[in-house]
């Protein structure tokens, strides 16, 4: 990810830690999307960040950086959900094949 627009949680990362890993993303099939955010926020662990990917993929980035340290992101995926393919390929799409 290359944050380009401030404010958001991944400049305040790169502002406290430099480059690293800034979240794990965990999807959790076979859970309802209120059930993922409820368990999370029942360990205690408040949403930072969320919105929809696609206006199709709700998620969620949850505080969880002080337990684990780094960052939990759920999302919620339906079952007829294809993933469009990427505006660029590093290296290129034929290099990595």
């Known amino acids: 990810m290359q944050p380009v627009v ?3 949680i991944y400049h305040e990362f790169l502002k406290k830690h430099g480059e690293g890993v800034h979240h794990i ?3 959790c099939p076979n859970v309802t999307w209120a059930e993922k955010v409820a368990r ?3 360990q205690g662990f408040r949403v930072i960040q969320s919105g929809s990917w696609l206006g199709k993929l709700p ?5 969880t950086e002080s337990a684990t340290g780094t960052t939990f992101e759920m999302w919620d ?3 007829n959900f294809v993933m469009p393919e990427p505006e660029e390929w590093w290296p290129s799409r034929h290099d990595s094949v």
């Open 40 to 42: 999370l926020e029942a």
């Open 6 to 8: 401030e404010p958001t």
């Open 25 to 27: 993303a965990l999807r």
């Open 77 to 79: 995926e339906p079952d």
């Open 59 to 63: 998620y969620a980035y949850f505080e």
